[in-house]
């Protein structure tokens, strides 16, 4: 009896179970929130301006400093 009820949990109940769970899963990630799509667009912006500022510096090194990129990379 107990090895009928172990294969009726491993063929039945896990299967459902896992395929409950991971539809659960997605339906709640299936689309950003509107406060999701505004903090990446924050970061998105944010890391336009790093790479802006950044680009900058490499400008300023490379005209005060030609040899750091050689120490450097």
């Known amino acids: 009896m107990e090895e009928l009820f172990v294969i009726l949990l491993l063929t039945v109940c896990f ?3 896992i395929i409950f769970h991971y539809l659960t899963k997605w339906k709640m990630a299936k689309g950003m929130s509107p406060e999701d799509e505004k ?4 970061v998105w ?3 336009n ?10 400008r300023i090194l ?3 400093a ?8």
């Open 15 to 17: 299967p459902l179970w």
């Open 39 to 42: 903090m990446l667009s924050d």
């Open 66 to 73: 030609p040899t750091w990129r050689q120490r450097h990379d």
């Open 45 to 47: 912006e944010s890391a």
């Open 49 to 58: 301006r790093m790479e802006d500022r950044i680009r900058t510096l490499e």
């Open 62 to 64: 490379d005209i005060e």
